[in-house]
Nanobody
């Protein structure tokens, strides 16, 4: 059974840092690009960062220079290091595994982890 489990969400002050983790089970991790999305209250879910199986990365303009996505293929885990956090970074952060970096439908989703940034 495929399972993605996020962790690391917390309440943090503006300017602080958090590191999110997403552990994948099954055989999906090494065959899929890994994505981080977030959804703020009252807003649509948006793509934050993505990393291919080979390590190529992509970021939303709003997080470039502040967030870093990485993956540990030996541990089937993807990370999102978030620095210089701002209140607008608040939301539920979701992990997704999909065949390509550009895949917009399908794949597998985690349940999400809450990130709250106070001003």
């Amino acid at each position: 059974q495929v399972q993605l489990v996020e962790s690391g969400g917390d309440l943090v002050q503006a300017g602080g840092s958090l590191r999110l983790s997403c552990a994948a089970s099954g055989s999906i991790f090494n065959r899929n690009a890994m994505h981080w999305y977030r959804q703020a209250p009252g807003k649509q879910r948006e793509l934050v960062a993505v990393i291919s199986t080979g390590g190529t990365t992509g970021y939303a303009d709003s997080v470039k220079g502040r967030f870093t996505i990485s993956r540990d293929n030996a541990k089937n885990t993807v990370f999102l290091q978030m620095n210089s956090l701002q209140p607008e970074d608040t939301g539920v952060y979701y992990c997704r595994a999909a065949p390509t970096m550009g895949a917009v439908i399908g794949g597998y989703w985690g349940q999400g982890t809450q990130v709250t940034v106070s001003s």
